[in-house]
């Protein structure tokens, strides 16, 4: 049947409110009148109803009118029905659907994706299926930080804890107050964060350890093969370093140096069905540079039999181009009020399958604090983001989708660790190179005081404590992927064409692209098997 039939009905109920399955859709353009199936199915469900199920429209056509007495799964416990072998479903509408009186929802604004009794890790969208996406690590609702001295004490404190624990089965750790102790000549090792590095006179490298106790230098000699290691190290990082006590014991001859990083032996976990799911970022919603033709091509085929196997759309950041980001940044919006970029941008998504689901986080363009770790978008940009239902948490945070972790961050670190690093080790060409710097040393924004705005919190919500299987990042506009001690990562370009401030600084971006990742395939070596990059630009 034609494509834009099923296109024509999905339209219809939007306009009226309402979701609907894919399944559903069928039936209704199968229907001998079909705007009559459409009125009858209205009037089957339940007034707090605001999606269609295909249950609907099977009792609303085997009836003819009037409704069923069936019970109703209210729409956050209702699951998609799997895909028919009809046209897809395209949701889109002019309103965004009433919200409900649930007395029992919290604020989004004030307690996030997780309610105040979830634990950490689960989400509390009520009644939501135990199989969609899961939320671990997220700030929403949880930010402690007053900004006084001691919230920087205590973040820093709880960073040292849980990367120093992860460092000490490998290295006989000893305290530095204990190593100041020792005698000269003594084998010894210290984890501490580095609180200093500095070249000596004859072209070594002289390295301050500081742990809780107090803080002792080590000299990395320039001869020595990890010699090279010091230039990727980054202040505030947490490292281990094993050697020798000079004759006077007052500094440490280092014979190697350890990371946290990403044990060698990480195996991936995968999917068990064939599901895939779209990693995208930095669409930028109101620039007068957004690409909305790119984009409608991307939601085009989202709707094809080829993307079929996609039931999973992850967004990095950057929904919109903000205001008052960059210098003379009001001269390039096509789109001057935050709230109408807002609107527009829900427009854009609701072009995507409304079976789909979302998973999104904010970026340094978004309407949230720009200190990380940054809480999700608040209750009213979430109602003008509502037409699909998305799970909106907050940055960063590791969404666990079919049994996969993958780990979501804008990723505006990554312009310190490319600053900072050897172009070798980490360029805007190769972004997925700065992002493996970051897992190996497992910390999202270790350096402290410089562009990354890091907010005080009672625990450091950036440390990397479990292994994701996919790293997913954005904000640097470039397309990178690779994989780093097989752990999957992707910095997923953007839907943005070059800026005026852009060109000011050397940034040529990627525009358009869609990296797919075949969720039940990542335990495959070639990236050909479980990794299809899109392009739409």
Not at 198 to 209: E, F, P, Q, V
């Amino acid at each position: 049947m034609p494509r834009e039939t099923p296109a024509r009905i999905v339209n219809e109920l939007a306009s009226r409110g309402y979701n609907t399955d894919r399944e559903a859709v069928t039936l209704l353009a199968e229907a001998a009148d079909t705007e009559a199936a459409i009125e009858r199915a209205i009037e089957a469900i339940p007034d707090d109803a605001i999606k269609l199920s295909v249950d609907d429209v099977r009792d609303a056509l085997e009836t003819g009118s009037g409704r069923s007495d069936r019970s109703h799964n209210s729409p956050s416990t209702s699951s998609s029905s799997p895909a028919s072998d009809g046209d897809p479903l395209v949701s889109t509408g002019d309103e965004p659907p009433e919200p409900r009186d649930d007395a029992d929802r919290s604020p989004v604004e004030t307690k996030g994706v997780h309610s105040g009794e979830s634990p950490p890790g689960t989400s509390s969208r009520t009644g939501r299926n135990p199989d969609e996406p899961s939320i671990a690590g997220d700030v929403t609702g949880r930010s402690t930080g007053t900004g006084e001295y001691e919230d920087f004490l205590a973040v820093f404190r709880d960073r040292y804890e849980k990367l120093s624990g992860q460092l000490r089965g490998r290295v006989n750790h000893r305290p530095t107050n204990a190593v100041e102790s020792m005698p000269g000549g003594s084998e010894a090792a210290i984890v501490g964060m580095v609180a200093d590095i500095r070249s000596t006179a004859n072209g070594h490298w002289l390295i301050d350890l500081e742990d809780t106790t107090g803080t002792f230098p080590a000299l990395v000699m320039k001869d020595r093969d990890m010699a090279d290691v010091v230039e990727d190290l980054l202040f505030d990082e947490v490292i281990a370093v094993e050697g020798t006590l000079a004759d006077d014991g007052g500094i440490l001859f280092a014979d190697s140096i350890h990371f946290p990083d990403v044990p060698r032996t990480f195996e991936p976990s995968t999917a068990d069905r064939a599901v895939s799911a779209a990693l995208i970022s930095d669409v930028h919603v109101g620039s007068q540079e957004f690409d909305a033709d790119a984009w409608n091509r991307f939601a085009e085929w989202l709707h094809t039999p080829e993307a079929d196997r996609v039931e999973y759309l992850l967004l990095a950041g950057d929904m919109v181009e903000g205001v008052g980001v960059y210098p003379d940044q009001d001269e390039e919006l096509d789109i001057v009020d935050i709230y109408d970029q807002y609107e527009a941008f829900a427009e854009h998504l609701k072009d995507v399958p409304g079976d789909m689901e979302i998973v999104m986080i904010p970026g340094n363009h978004d309407a949230v604090r720009l200190a990380e770790p940054q809480p999700a978008f608040d209750e009213e940009l979430r109602s003008i983001m509502s037409a699909h239902d998305a799970t909106i948490t907050g940055n960063p945070s590791t969404v666990t989708v079919e049994g996969v972790d993958i780990l979501m961050y804008h990723g505006v670190s990554l312009d310190e660790v490319i600053a900072e690093l050897p172009e070798e080790h980490a360029s805007y060409d190769h972004p997925d190179r700065a992002m493996a710097q970051l897992l190996k040393k497992r910390h999202i924004a270790p350096q402290f005081g410089g562009h990354t705005r890091i907010a005080p919190e009672e625990r450091d919500y950036l440390v990397m404590e479990d292994v994701p299987d996919i790293f997913h990042t954005g904000h640097v506009h470039k397309l990178g992927y690779g994989s780093y001690h097989n752990v999957l990562t992707i910095n997923s370009a953007c839907w943005q064409e070059q800026t005026s401030f852009q060109e000011s600084v050397n940034i040529d971006p990627d525009v358009g692209y869609a990296p797919i990742v075949h969720l039940d395939k990542l335990d495959q070596r070639d990236a050909s098997d479980f990794l299809t990059i899109r392009s739409f630009g």
